[in-house]
């Protein structure tokens, strides 16, 4: 008893999988799956030899491989475990790039919630020193940064900022007055500075080094967000440096 193979035409087909005609179209066309026959009126005719290919090419896709991939894969000539390797690759590159982007937005939202009632101005002004930070620090350093943060807690960070705020003013109250750098007042002043900038650091310097380009390289006033101008850091390191 002869059996004859069955034959599905390209909507049939494509009914049965998913797909559209026009995506079986385009396999044809780019030689992925070219049906193995043709009916005398010229429509495409697909073997069950095609469909199973068809099946694979699905799979294919469904784990990110592209079309060329894809192509490379299912000929004799490619590995396709050099493929996989490839592919496996860019997911691990994807995520990483994920991975860096949750810690862009969360570092985002923690800065805004710490607002109150965030400001489209607030929200660039936070984005633009994310932005300055990645700049500046390794992904590692920004890990530790992330870490020691979360250690810290939301309220000690606002008073660490709020207290950043009230020495600054200090600061430029004694630099108005034109109070010797060397008096101890402000040598109170640059010591508790410094301890600040080593809390911020965690005593790392690494993440000191880079936090000092930052400021050489943007200067006191953008890297400090208008808070340090060039004439109170010169103050301070005058005061640092008399106190040594």
């Known amino acids: 008893m002869v059996t004859t193979e069955k034959r599905w035409k390209v909507g049939e087909l494509a009914t049965q999988t998913g797909l559209t005609v026009r995506t079986l179209h385009h396999y044809d066309e780019i030689g992925l799956l070219?049906?193995?026959?043709?009916?005398?009126?010229?429509?495409?005719l697909y073997g069950e030899r095609d469909v199973a290919r068809l099946y694979r090419i699905v799979a294919l896709r469904q784990i990110g491989l592209s079309l060329?991939?894809?192509?490379?894969?299912l000929s004799d000539s490619v590995d396709p475990v050099s493929t996989?390797?490839?592919?496996l690759e860019e997911i691990e590159r994807?995520?990483?790039?994920?991975?860096?982007?949750?810690?862009?937005?969360?570092?985002?939202l923690a800065t805004l919630e710490r607002k109150g009632e965030p400001?489209?101005?607030?929200?660039?002004?936070?984005?633009?020193?994310?932005t300055r930070m990645e700049k500046y620090y390794t992904p590692e350093q920004l890990a530790q940064l992330e870490q020691r943060r979360n250690e810290l807690g939301d309220d000690?960070?606002?008073?660490?900022?709020?207290?950043?705020?009230d020495l600054i003013a200090k600061a430029e109250e004694h630099m108005a007055n034109g109070d010797d750098p060397a008096s101890p007042e402000v040598q109170a002043i640059a010591k508790r500075w410094q301890e600040l900038i080593e809390a911020?650091?965690?005593?790392?310097?690494?993440?000191?080094?880079?936090?000092?380009?930052?400021?050489?390289?943007?200067?006191?006033?953008?890297?400090?967000?208008?808070?340090?101008n060039p004439e109170l850091m010169a103050y301070i390191a005058s005061a640092q440096g008399s106190g040594e």
């Open 156 to 165: 000690a960070i606002r008073n660490a900022e709020q207290e950043w705020a």
């Open 84 to 87: 996989l390797k490839r592919h």
């Open 68 to 73: 060329e991939e894809v192509k490379d894969t």
């Open 34 to 44: 070219v049906p193995s026959e043709r009916s005398p009126s010229g429509h495409r």
């Open 119 to 130: 400001s489209v101005d607030h929200f660039i002004e936070a984005l633009e020193v994310i």
């Open 94 to 108: 994807r995520i990483e790039l994920h991975e860096q982007l949750r810690h862009r937005v969360t570092g985002l």
């Open 200 to 228: 911020f650091t965690g005593g790392d310097p690494g993440i000191r080094a880079s936090l000092q380009k930052m400021y050489e390289d943007e200067g006191p006033e953008k890297a400090s967000r208008g808070m340090v």
